[in-house]
């Protein structure tokens, strides 16, 4: 099953993204990743996270979420893990 991962960080906290960016970039390599990428704010600056991951249910899903490098630092003030159809573009349906 596909989960988008989508995450808010909290107000003030580039400077702790950035920090924690390297490890969160290798720990998403661990995972089965689809596609992923952060929000950014009106100047341009990250601000939140998209992740789409394939997991075997909603529980193993929130524990990948879970052990994020980012959730782990506190980075995020919120964090929602939603079943997702890849309907449109799917490389996989082709």
């Known amino acids: 099953m596909l989960f988008a991962v ?7 906290s ?9 490890a969160h970039l290798t720990y998403l390599e661990t995972v089965d990743v689809k596609g992923a990428g952060p929000f950014l704010d009106a100047s341009g600056n990250p601000n939140g996270s998209l992740v789409i991951i ?15 490098p980012y959730a782990m630092a ?9 079943p997702w159809k890849w309907l449109i573009k799917n490389p996989e349906t082709k």
């Open 14 to 22: 580039l400077d702790l993204r950035m920090a924690t960016r390297p």
């Open 74 to 82: 506190g980075l995020f003030a919120s964090v929602e893990v939603r």
């Open 54 to 68: 394939e997991a075997a249910d909603q529980a193993e899903a929130q524990a990948i979420a879970g052990r994020d």
């Open 6 to 12: 989508i995450c808010t960080d909290k107000p003030n």
